[in-house]
């Protein structure tokens, strides 16, 4: 069966600093991968997705990005964060057009 | 452009109610995919169901059913006999069988609570 791993669970971060996020599928090959983010009481956000190593599409103009070095590895990254940057980030695959399934996510708040 | 509606923001029942929330959506694809997703308090999304455009047929799986009217654009859940578990946000979301990266467009959400 498919697991989709993300960490860390939790993370506070001061403005300016760096980030990285990790999300890793794992029982699936060449997945469509997708990341989130969801401000506090709002709607999903889609902020990147992807269809294969290397191949990464930006949904919304902003400092953050994506990476993909490895099928089933997705990474979220920034080099200064902003106080907007503070939410629930989502990660999630999906095969073939199908439905797509979610990690369970890293809160970030960024102080 | 895709667009999916939820007009309830927030839904309260008693224990026991039967509970609808409603989903409506926008698109011009003549073959699309509907879904329903649950977030608990604990955050991570579940998915509940897939239906695609060309099945209208209606669908029960225990407590839960769904309503997909291709006439009015509209992909209800209904909740029968509620219970305190059931509470969470529940999100409607439209699929494209067109775009490549099959992105779902996702509703605003109706965050459900259920008293005891």
């Known amino acids: 069966s498919q697991t989709i791993h993300q960490w860390p669970a939790t993370l506070v971060q001061p403005v300016g600093s760096p980030l990285s996020l990790e999300c890793t599928v794992e029982?699936?090959?060449?997945?469509?991968l997708y990341w989130y983010r969801q401000a506090a009481g709002r709607g999903l956000q889609l902020l990147f997705y992807?269809?294969?190593?290397?191949?990464i599409s930006s949904e919304v103009p902003q400092n953050l990005s994506a990476s993909r070095p490895q099928d089933r590895q997705f990474i979220l990254s920034s080099k200064k964060l902003l106080l907007s940057d503070s939410g629930f980030y989502l990660c999630a695959w999906s095969w073939q057009g199908h439905e797509q399934y979610f990690g369970p996510g890293t809160r970030l708040t960024v102080t | 452009a895709q667009k999916v509606t939820q007009a309830q923001t927030e839904i309260s029942v008693v224990e026991k109610e039967d509970v609808t929330l409603d989903c409506v959506y926008e698109t011009r694809d003549t073959t699309y995919y509907l879904f329903w997703y649950k977030q608990p308090p604990s955050g991570e999304l579940v998915f509940l169901i897939r239906?695609?455009?060309?099945?209208?047929q209606n669908e029960i799986s225990g407590r839960y059913s769904w309503n997909f009217q291709k006439s009015t654009s509209s992909f209800n859940f209904t909740i029968t006999a509620s219970q305190v578990v059931d509470s969470a946000v529940y999100f409607c979301?439209?699929?494209?069988?067109?775009?490549?990266?099959?992105?779902?467009?996702f509703g605003g959400g109706t965050r459900l609570m259920v008293k005891p």
């Open positions: 239906r695609n455009s060309f099945d209208e």
């Open positions: 992807s269809v294969g190593i290397g191949q």
């Open positions: 029982g699936t090959s060449n997945p469509n």
């Open positions: 979301a439209l699929g494209s069988f067109l775009n490549a990266g099959n992105m779902l467009t």
